[in-house]
């Protein structure tokens, strides 16, 4: 699905991403609490359209059956954790649902960017921006750059999971090489959070 959005070219629309447990909300985060710019999430786009009662919702319980409904939630709500698992370990799950969702959270994207026409600058934040193909939403793409051990470290404290799973979630996604490619900025997340800020404070 090709949708070419209709943005004014002056506005700076930055798209932000790197891997998982990189450290991209806590650089969202940031921006939302000391920048007045609107911020857009792919993440929050995709918890909505999975809904319940949602096309996506009966789509997602058809393909995946009854056991991935949450039997805690008092309104029969997706597990998102136990989803998660799923497409991480089976390619074929995993391209299924990016196809289902990928396309609805552009188009999302697209109409809430229109609805901010008028603001100089929207910060678009999309985890997966280059295997998503959402690059033409950005006018310029700032990338977290964060060591691969502490990535992994992180990942397995927030996710639970062991060093084997943390690393197979890692490399489902481009590496940090790869994406740096086509980033215009890199915002160090290393250790020491004034890097990424200085970078941020001049450039907005």
């Given at each position: ?23 991209k909300s ?17 993440d929050q ?9 949602s ?5 997602v ?14 309104g029969?709500?997706?597990n ?15 391209r299924w ?15 809430i ?8 600058i929207?910060?678009?934040v ?5 295997e ?7 006018t310029?793409?700032?990338l977290v750059?964060?060591p ?9 404290k ?6 084997k ?10 590496s ?10 890199i915002?160090?997340?290393?250790d020491?959070q ?8 001049k450039?907005?």
């Amino acid at each position: 699905m090709s949708i070419q959005p209709k943005f004014k070219n002056k506005q700076r629309r930055i798209g932000l991403t790197g891997g998982i447990a990189s450290g991209k909300s806590t650089v969202a985060n940031y921006i939302k609490k000391y920048k007045d710019i609107p911020i857009l999430d792919a993440d929050q786009f995709s918890k909505e359209l999975i809904k319940p009662k949602s096309n996506c919702y009966k789509k997602v319980l058809t393909y995946f059956g009854p056991q991935i409904v949450d039997e805690y939630s008092s309104g029969n709500e997706i597990n998102r954790e136990l989803l998660k698992k799923i497409i991480f370990e089976n390619p074929i799950h995993r391209r299924w649902i990016q196809n289902l969702l990928h396309p609805l959270i552009k188009e999302k994207m697209i109409e809430i960017c229109n609805q901010f026409e008028k603001n100089k600058i929207i910060l678009l934040v999309i985890p997966l921006l280059f295997e998503a193909k959402f690059t033409d939403l950005c006018t310029e793409i700032w990338l977290v750059k964060c060591p691969r051990e502490i990535q992994k470290k992180r990942l397995m404290k927030r996710n639970k999971i062991n060093d084997k799973e943390a690393e197979k979630i890692i490399n489902i996604q481009l590496s940090f090489e790869d994406k740096s490619k086509f980033s215009n900025v890199i915002l160090d997340n290393s250790d020491d959070q004034k890097l990424w800020i200085n970078t941020i404070q001049k450039l907005i």
